[in-house]
């Protein structure tokens, strides 16, 4: 379709038209809102002049907001902007205010309220109209009512909270004390008079409420309580001495009677407990100077019963005091002593359950610094233990199976094997002879025990560190007294030393080819006799003492006491050690 020059003129006048009349129009919104814009600056500066300036200030905003044309008056525009600025902060203030009080949050309500008194002392000094434009908005706004009628309502609850809690003599329940120290001071009618209010109410409540602690709960409770509520005060920068001062009071009346009677376990309990809450306590506190001080004692009486070798009653006095004091040292230096005292101990200590039948110890074989053995007839084993120069311990087993080792003995052999290395020698009852005799020798090195030999016969004597005699052995030496030697693979016969003499009603005959005997008795062999052994006497129980003479050892010695295989008798009036003596052929 074709256009024609008519058709185009038409419609290029239409546009204009068009664009025309949206001028027009828009020229006639921006005089008609430059008029209304213009009526509101007047209407605010009308107000303005007459001093309501709540008024002003919502006109000039009104105008503001349209935008259309600006107020030719700079100085009084920008005096009314700070005016807007003024009226948003404090609205803002009043939602975050009414927002707290809702929720009853005293510390967001007291941050609400300290902004307030904030923005007021700022502006009441700012020149011109910013603090009376203040006094006048918050006086619309009623802020400062909205506050006083929450914390006048808050502290009534409070004190009633309060009270309710004694009366119940419930206290889990303290938040009646935030409130109240959140409460601003002007409320109390200030600041000396907030302080002594709340001193008189919280002293009354602590007071009533120690008390009934005391009466109702235990020692640990009664002290946390306090010391939490200490804490408490503490956060709120409220000084709470004499809380403190009955706290103190009470805890040493309790430790000094604990102290009076003798109840250590108790004393430790509180002791104890007291010392966890040290962060709340004085320096000089006299109820931690009474635990030390009894601490300190007791220690000193633990010492004292191991000096006087009661170590049983200084480590149990140490272990009860351990939760004062780390002890764990002091328990192993009396454990050491005890056991260089008594060597025995190595095994009591290590099978308190077992029954030995008799425990032997000593000093320095085998490489040990302590060592003890003994036998135990339930078990069918012999048990030996030992302390090492490097203080570790070395504990062996050996097993008889298949012997009787009931009302048997073990000795060591004296030399044999060695001064330092000596054989342990095991007496049990034997099946072809009277007695069975084992010889074990401990290798400590190795942790081990070996069997060195085994042997029957009707008795057993050790000659020197490589010999032995033995009455009547199983196989070689029977019916003699012979010499064995000990070697790597045992016991080796070596000779005979002497024939046994036969028994009186066992008396041998000669016979003639007829069988006829001729009653002339075979002559006996003659029995060697023994020569008697004298051994050294030492000044105390132990080689490290001075010798102070012999004597022989046989049955006229009269024994006294005995310790750790030494035994006192006494030589020329004099008190003297031998080495116990061990029955022999």
């Known amino acids: 379709m074709k256009i024609s020059s008519y058709q185009k003129s038409l419609f290029v006048r239409n546009v204009a038209l068009i664009v025309f009349s949206v001028a027009l129009v828009a020229v006639c919104v921006k005089l008609v809102l430059g008029y209304r814009q213009m009526t509101l600056y007047d209407q605010a500066k009308t107000y303005y002049e007459a001093n309501n300036l709540l008024q002003a200030e919502e006109s000039f905003a009104r105008a503001s907001d349209i935008g259309a044309i600006s107020y030719g008056d700079e100085q009084w525009s920008a005096l009314m902007s700070q005016l807007t600025s003024i009226r948003l902060e404090m609205e803002g203030l009043q939602q975050k205010a009414q927002t707290a009080m809702q929720a009853?949050?005293?510390?967001?309500?007291?941050?609400?309220?300290?902004?307030?008194?904030?923005?007021?002392?700022?502006?009441?000094?700012?020149?011109?109209?910013?603090?009376?434009?203040?006094?006048?908005?918050?006086?619309?706004?009623?802020?400062?009512?909205?506050?006083?009628?929450?914390?006048?309502?808050?502290?009534?609850?409070?004190?009633?909270?309060?009270?309710?809690?004694?009366?119940?003599?419930?206290?889990?329940?303290?938040?009646?004390?935030?409130?109240?120290?959140?409460?601003?001071?002007?409320?109390?009618?200030?600041?000396?008079?907030?302080?002594?209010?709340?001193?008189?109410?919280?002293?009354?409540?602590?007071?009533?409420?120690?008390?009934?602690?005391?009466?109702n709960a235990s020692f640990e409770e009664v002290i946390f309580r306090t010391a939490s509520s200490l804490r408490h005060y503490a956060e709120q920068s409220f000084a709470a001495d004499w809380l403190l001062t009955r706290l103190e009071k009470y805890a040493q009346d309790e430790l000094k009677e604990a102290i009076r009677k003798q109840d250590l376990a108790s004393f430790v309990k509180m002791a104890a407990a007291y010392r966890k809450i040290q962060d709340v306590l004085p320096d000089d506190s006299r109820a931690l100077d009474t635990i030390s001080d009894h601490l300190k004692?007791?220690?000193?009486?633990?010492?004292?019963?191991?000096?006087?070798?009661?170590?049983?009653?200084?480590?149990?006095?140490?272990?009860?005091?351990?939760?004062?004091?780390?002890?764990?040292?002091?328990?192993?230096?009396?454990?050491?002593?005890?056991?260089?005292?008594?060597?025995?101990?190595?095994?009591?200590?290590?099978?308190?359950?077992?029954?030995?039948?008799?425990?032997?110890?000593?000093?320095?074989?085998?490489?040990?610094?302590?060592?003890?053995?003994?036998?135990?007839?339930?078990?069918?084993?012999?048990?030996?233990?030992?302390?090492?120069?490097?203080?570790?311990?070395?504990?062996?087993?050996h097993s008889f199976d298949g012997l009787d080792i009931k009302s048997g003995r073990v000795h060591i052999a004296d030399a044999l094997g060695g001064a330092k290395a000596p054989v342990l020698l095991v007496q049990a009852a034997g099946k072809e002879r009277e007695f069975s005799y084992t010889g074990l020798l401990p290798d400590l090195s190795q942790k081990t025990m070996e069997q060195r030999f085994a042997i029957e016969a009707d008795e057993f004597a050790v000659e020197d560190a490589e010999h032995a005699i033995i009455k009547n052995a199983v196989g070689k030496g029977k019916q003699e007294y012979a010499r064995f030697k000990l070697t790597s693979e045992g016991l080796a016969y070596v000779e005979k030393v002497a024939d046994m003499a036969p028994d009186a009603d066992?008396?041998?005959?000669?016979?003639?080819?007829?069988?006829?005997?001729?009653?002339?008795?075979?002559?006996?062999?003659?029995?060697?006799?023994?020569?008697?052994?004298?051994?050294?006497?030492?000044?105390?129980?132990?080689?490290?003492?001075?010798?102070?003479?012999?004597?022989?050892?046989?049955?006229?010695?009269?024994?006294?006491?005995?310790?750790?295989?030494?035994?006192?008798?006494?030589?020329?009036?004099?008190?003297?050690w031998i080495r116990t003596p061990q029955t022999a052929p």
């Open 104 to 215: 009853k949050q005293d510390a967001d309500v007291l941050e609400t309220y300290e902004t307030y008194q904030a923005m007021r002392k700022t502006y009441a000094n700012q020149p011109g109209a910013a603090a009376a434009f203040f006094q006048q908005l918050s006086a619309h706004l009623r802020l400062e009512k909205g506050w006083s009628d929450y914390y006048q309502q808050a502290m009534q609850a409070a004190r009633g909270q309060s009270q309710a809690n004694l009366d119940k003599e419930s206290y889990r329940d303290e938040s009646f004390i935030d409130t109240l120290l959140a409460i601003p001071a002007e409320y109390y009618g200030g600041q000396p008079q907030k302080q002594e209010a709340l001193l008189a109410l919280f002293e009354h409540y602590e007071k009533t409420k120690l008390r009934s602690l005391i009466n």
């Open 297 to 397: 004692a007791r220690l000193r009486e633990a010492e004292q019963y191991a000096k006087s070798r009661q170590f049983s009653k200084a480590i149990e006095l140490y272990q009860e005091l351990s939760p004062l004091e780390d002890t764990a040292t002091l328990v192993a230096e009396v454990e050491n002593r005890w056991l260089d005292y008594d060597p025995g101990r190595l095994l009591a200590v290590k099978y308190p359950d077992k029954i030995f039948t008799e425990i032997f110890s000593g000093t320095d074989l085998w490489g040990a610094k302590l060592y003890a053995y003994g036998l135990v007839e339930e078990d069918q084993r012999l048990y030996v233990a030992a302390k090492l120069q490097d203080d570790s311990l070395v504990y062996l087993e």
């Open 506 to 576: 066992e008396a041998e005959t000669d016979t003639d080819s007829s069988g006829t005997g001729t009653g002339v008795d075979a002559p006996a062999a003659e029995e060697p006799a023994a020569e008697p052994q004298t051994v050294q006497v030492f000044a105390g129980p132990g080689e490290e003492y001075d010798v102070i003479g012999e004597v022989v050892a046989d049955e006229s010695l009269a024994i006294g006491a005995e310790l750790n295989g030494w035994s006192q008798i006494t030589l020329d009036g004099q008190e003297g």
